[in-house]
């Protein structure tokens, strides 16, 4: 009964993360639309859209690090495991799981700076220069993202708890020595 509620949980969290994606690539359609409007304005028209560019970057800022939060649902963020993969079983477990503690402690220490930051700019009020785009709203996603992250690892950590993952691992790579039969002789 708990393994299939916890594969009910993992795949709310996929869903989760698939709606997420779709948002994303919305979301960059969006900052091409805006792109495309603005040099038309720009070229054809002489005139330039105020605070367009503004917007298209803090949206591109967003996408990289809601992105991050899909990345991480997936098992897909960046690894540096040229190493570990030829580790056996158990040492590839034990490097995993410092590995998953190491994140939830660094996501939520970004998490909570950057939280920090993003009511700070709220309470003096900042705003971008030619949008007016309140600056704690692209400071937020920061924030956002990375609860999200820590949040992903901690669930992550309690399901290798229970002997199941939120992402499937990356396969194992067999180490095989190979002897040509010229080399035998």
Known sequence: MALDN?????????????????????ALIAAVIMNVINIVARYVFG????????????????????????????????????????????????????????????CGFVCAISTHY????????????????????PHSIVALAFAGMTLLGLADLVLRLMGSRLASPPPAVEVVAQVSPEAAS
Do not use: C
């Not at 309470?123 to 007016?132: D, K, L, R, Y």
């Open 6 to 26: 916890t594969s009910k949980w993992v795949e709310g969290i996929h869903r989760a993360a698939t709606v997420l994606e779709v948002t994303l690539a919305a």
């Open 118 to 137: 993003a009511s700070r700019m709220h309470a003096i009020g900042s705003v971008s220069e030619n949008g007016h785009i309140p600056m704690w709203l």
């Open 47 to 106: 005139q330039s859209l105020t605070g367009v560019d503004e917007w298209q970057v803090y949206l591109m800022v967003a996408m990289a690090f809601a992105g991050s939060v899909v990345a991480a649902v997936r098992g897909q963020h960046l690894r540096m495991d040229v190493l570990t993969r030829y580790f056996p079983r158990a040492a590839r477990r034990v490097v995993g799981a410092i590995e998953a503690v190491s994140a939830v402690l660094l």
